[in-house]
């Protein structure tokens, strides 16, 4: 009898806990994070635009952060002066003019950036974090 309590108990705790975190999943900021490289096949030499979309559900922006592989080469963090920071990483050339919270624009594009991209969006207050990541490959003209 007493294993027949534990179990029903058991059983429910399981249920409700499962039940919390599905409607708890709804409330967390930060939705849609999505990458989309223009070209995603590009010529050397040339340029492309990464764009990074994202609802943040009500939350201020605390920073996006742009990827090359592991090696972060670009940050937006718009309660800083300046609010863009640029990253020494090896053959990337980001056009600063033209690149903001939402975009990044790579000039004079080498071979050795074949590869994955990543833009990587937290918010304010809460620090929540949501990524997306999305192949470009560098072919001969």
């Known amino acids: 009898m007493y294993c027949y309590y534990v179990n029903k108990y058991l059983i429910a705790f399981t249920v409700l806990t499962i039940r919390l975190f599905i409607s708890f999943t709804d409330v967390f900021p930060l939705k849609d994070v999505v990458l989309t490289i223009e070209p995603k096949v590009v010529q050397r030499f040339n340029h492309s635009k990464l764009r990074c979309s994202y609802d ?62 990543s833009c990587e969006v937290t918010t304010d207050k809460t620090f929540f974090t949501r990524d997306d990541t999305q192949p470009m490959l560098v072919v001969r003209k």
Do not use: A, C, H, M
């Open 56 to 117: 943040l559900e009500g939350q201020d922006l605390y920073t996006v952060k742009w990827y090359r592989g592991r090696f972060e080469f670009y940050r937006y963090t718009p309660s800083e002066d300046p609010s863009t920071k640029v990253f020494p990483v090896g053959g990337i050339t980001v056009d600063v003019n033209n690149s903001n919270s939402t975009q990044v624009v790579l000039r004079d594009i080498e071979f050795n950036l074949s590869g994955n991209f």
